[in-house]
């Protein structure tokens, strides 16, 4: 292991006029990597995730393009990774690499990592099928009715059978739930086909992911580095950004409180952060900042990763008390006022003005600026970023799958399962329903079959008369709307 220079516990990041430290007492009040493509966004990102793996914190982070998955592997003697080690102090330079564990919403990469439909919401799910706000309504009626009747809606054809009823019933449920459009109804469902054919079937069902596997330490102390293999992902890119915010919100929900622990719990990196707030409405953003400011306290960090600052608004940005600023262009309006609006977030240094040092940073240098024991923004200093101990650029396909064999969590999460929810139990009563009608009826009506005309009317009644007596068997939801557990 390669010693950093002397320091309260934390993470050496690099050295500039001084050493620089990521202290991790004040490493849960979040934090923001920045800079243009080719800076060494990605070499700080992974510097930093060994880092606190090495002082026992477990760590999630996406894997955008690839080249992450080398975090898994030890590094290897390279002149310039030498010099550069020398250059900052840094002794005993040794390369090692963070136990890993791989990830992947596909199954392809990694372990598979689902969420339930009912545990999404309706909220977010909304968000990931960019519906409008009367489409969001019927999708909370369904909801409702899925809560109201204690069935769970775990994947989406379980959320088709309960649109098909709403729609179905419209007539009926409207006094209790208030208007329901079938043509809403018809645009949801058209919506979810488009949703499964990019692949989200693989994201909704069981086993769900249990998020104490997020938080877990190696035997010999070292925190775990979750990677979620993302390159296909992020060809879906509402998906990926939705996927992280519920696991975020589902961390805000789920863990205790502990105000400000002498390290964090968990550190949650949040790469390409604007798609998370790229054309959000103004509800969802609030959401999303009252999750980010209110999660420290949770002992969770959250850094996100961006080209420009100004990608992230100003209301999560001023909560975003630990910076590593890479370089940014400065040749359009736009670039501009990105390089202002960065230079303005740091505690100015006499020695240079941060506005001119920007766009002329070279590659794996940085402004940083930390907070110190005190919570006060240290004075920014430019910075050489420490080289990481792992290897720089992608695990093969073989060193992928040998961790993922060895991996603690092998075979958890492999095999799917279907276990009885809203699809099965709306199909069982609609077989029940048929049975009890006359002969002549069945005749006319033919089968039964489900998710085809008659199911609803068959079961209206059933289904109302329940609704008298659904005290205390509705589901708590939470801020964004996912199901509270316990």
């Not at 960019?130 to 969001?136: C, I, V």
């Not at 209790?176 to 109804?185: D, F, H, R, W």
């Not at 058209?190 to 596997?213: C, I, K, W």
């Amino acid at each position: 292991m390669s010693s950093d220079p002397a320091s309260p516990p934390g993470i050496f990041i690099g050295k500039g006029d001084a050493p620089q430290h990521l202290l991790l007492k004040r490493a849960n009040r979040h934090g923001l990597i920045a800079g243009a493509t080719g800076t060494g966004k990605t070499v700080s990102l992974q510097v930093l995730a060994e880092g606190f793996s090495r002082q026992g914190v477990p760590v999630f982070l996406a894997d955008i393009k690839g080249d992450l998955s080398g975090i898994s592997q030890p590094g290897a003697a390279n002149p310039k990774l030498l010099e550069r080690a020398a250059a900052i102090g840094l002794q005993d330079y040794e390369f090692e690499a963070p136990p890993t564990v791989f990830w992947d919403l596909f199954g392809k990469q990694g372990h598979p990592i689902r969420t339930t439909v009912s545990e999404m919401g309706p909220l977010l799910l909304s968000r990931l099928l960019d519906l409008n706000d009367t489409q969001e309504g019927v999708l909370n009626i369904a909801f409702k009715l899925a809560d109201d009747e204690g069935m769970l809606l775990l994947d989406l054809k379980d959320l088709r059978a309960i649109l098909n009823f709403v729609g179905e019933n419209a007539g009926e449920l409207t006094s209790e739930y208030g208007n329901i459009s079938k043509a809403s109804v018809g645009a949801i469902q058209r919506d979810l086909l488009v949703l499964e054919q990019q692949g989200a079937e693989h994201v909704f069902g069981e086993p769900a992911l249990v998020l104490n596997d997020l938080i877990k330490t190696a035997p010999d102390g070292r925190g775990i580095v979750n990677l979620l293999a993302a390159d296909e992902l992020m060809q879906r890119p509402r998906l990926y950004a939705t996927f992280l915010l519920w696991l975020l919100s589902e961390l805000f929900e789920e863990l205790p409180e502990v105000g400000d622990p002498d390290k964090p719990r968990l550190v949650f990196f949040f790469d390409e952060a604007h798609l998370l707030f790229d054309d959000a409405p103004e509800a969802m953003l609030d959401k999303v900042e009252q999750v980010v400011r209110l999660i420290r306290s949770k002992g969770v960090g959250v850094y996100f990763i961006t080209q420009n600052p100004i990608d992230v608004p100003d209301t999560v940005l001023g909560q975003l008390g630990n910076r590593i600023q890479h370089a940014l262009r400065a040749f359009t309006p736009r670039e501009q006022k990105a390089v202002r609006a960065a230079a303005e977030t740091f505690r100015p240094n006499p020695a240079f003005d941060a506005i001119d040092v920007i766009p002329v940073l070279g590659v794996g240098e940085a402004l940083v600026s930390t907070l110190d024991a005190k919570g006060v923004p240290g004075v920014v200093d430019r910075t050489l970023i420490r080289p990481p101990a792992s290897r720089i650029g992608p695990a093969t396909p073989a060193e992928r799958q040998a961790a993922i064999a060895q991996s603690p969590l092998a075979g958890r999460y492999d095999k799917p399962a279907d276990r009885e929810s809203a699809y099965e139990i709306l199909k069982a009563r609609a077989e029940q329903a048929a049975k009890r009608e006359p002969e002549e009826q069945k005749s006319r009506r033919g089968s039964a079959s489900f998710g085809r005309q008659g199911f609803g009317e068959a079961l209206t009644k059933s289904v109302l008369r329940s609704l008298g007596s659904r005290l205390g068997r509705e589901i708590a939801r939470t801020i964004l709307g996912t199901l509270r557990k316990g």
